[in-house]
């Protein structure tokens, strides 16, 4: 998908599949849980994925895994703001802030984050309202309920028909309170109230999302699917399904796949892009 993705002071080229880099700030997510929990290793864990080849670093401070309960304002904020603004200074790429909730949002744009990534699909009119007062870029994704009873029974008429009504009803919402359409990115939400005959619907159904005409975010990395699919219990050793389902996102016209590894995703990608490209002499 040509064009760019304005957030803040970054237009992002839509030229290659971009790699958003994860930064979790918790001590409870299911796939680095406390790997990160502070903000000196959180902060140095980010400047590593840079390194790596990261487009988009995004920093989150609340598990939203299943089952996860939600963290006060003031203890998302404190262990966010600080790598953000760190991360914002000492790196040049675009710092996403995973938030669910207005204040941390509104916080971290003040401490530099160029994107808001909410995985409630800026339902709550206060996310709507800090966004329509920013020039950040913004991740609507899906998500069925709230994550603390999402995967008790999810169910859909029409899986992709449904995610795809919801992105395109939260995109209009944000452009009716004047967030240019250029700034939006959407996100079909792997895992979030989907069974994996939901997820692998959605996935096969990227082409489909596109044409709602904004970029779109994949992030699949060392979920249960993998786990499901494979029988890899450990979500760290979910590499290789994490590497595949990037590469089928990118594929499928993904513009962004959000991922733990890196340096193991642009190598990826890059021998497909060197692949279609008809690297080195020219059109494949
Ligand atoms: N997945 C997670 C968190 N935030 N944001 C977007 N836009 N899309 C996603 O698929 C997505 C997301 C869950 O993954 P992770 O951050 O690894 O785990 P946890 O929620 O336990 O911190």
């Known amino acids: 998908m040509a064009g760019v993705w304005r957030c803040g002071r ?7 599949t971009l790699v958003m880099g ?24 980010g400047l590593r994925l840079v390194e790596e080849g990261a487009d988009i670093l995004d920093v989150g401070g609340e598990s939203t895994r299943p089952g996860s309960q939600e963290v006060p304002s003031e203890v998302e904020a404190a262990r966010v703001l600080p790598v953000v603004e760190r991360l914002a200074r000492e790196t040049g790429v675009p710092i996403s802030v995973d938030t669910r909730h ?16 909410d995985v409630s699909g ?30 008790a029974d999810p169910r859909y008429g029409d899986v992709v028909a449904e995610v795809k009504a ?6 209009e919402a944000l452009k009716a309170a004047g967030v240019g359409a250029d700034r939006i990115c959407v996100d079909p939400g792997i895992g979030f109230g989907k069974t994996l005959e939901h997820n692998l619907a959605l996935l096969r159904a990227l082409p489909q999302l596109g044409e709602l005409g904004y970029p779109v975010l994949v992030g699949a990395s060392r979920k249960r699917m993998i786990g499901d699919i494979t029988g890899e219990a450990e979500p760290k050793r979910r590499l290789g399904g994490s590497v595949g389902v990037a590469v089928w996102a990118a594929v499928h016209g993904a513009a962004v796949v959000r991922v733990h590894d890196v340096r193991e995703t642009r190598q990826a990608l890059a021998v497909w892009e060197a692949l279609v490209s008809g690297w ?3 059109a494949a």
Do not use: C
């Open 122 to 151: 800026f339902r709550d009119p206060a996310m709507v309202e800090v966004a329509a007062g920013s020039d950040a870029g913004l991740v609507v994704m899906h998500m069925l309920g709230e994550p603390r009873t999402m995967q």
């Open 22 to 45: 994860i930064v979790n700030v918790t001590p409870d997510s299911f796939s680095d849980g406390g790997d990160y929990a502070t903000a000196e290793a959180a902060v140095e864990h």
């Open 10 to 16: 970054h237009a992002l080229a839509l030229e290659r």
């Open 102 to 117: 207005a204040e941390v949002a509104r916080a971290a744009l003040g401490a530099g984050a160029s994107i808001v990534n």
């Open 166 to 171: 919801f992105l395109a009803q939260r995109a």
């Open 280 to 282: 080195p002499g020219g």
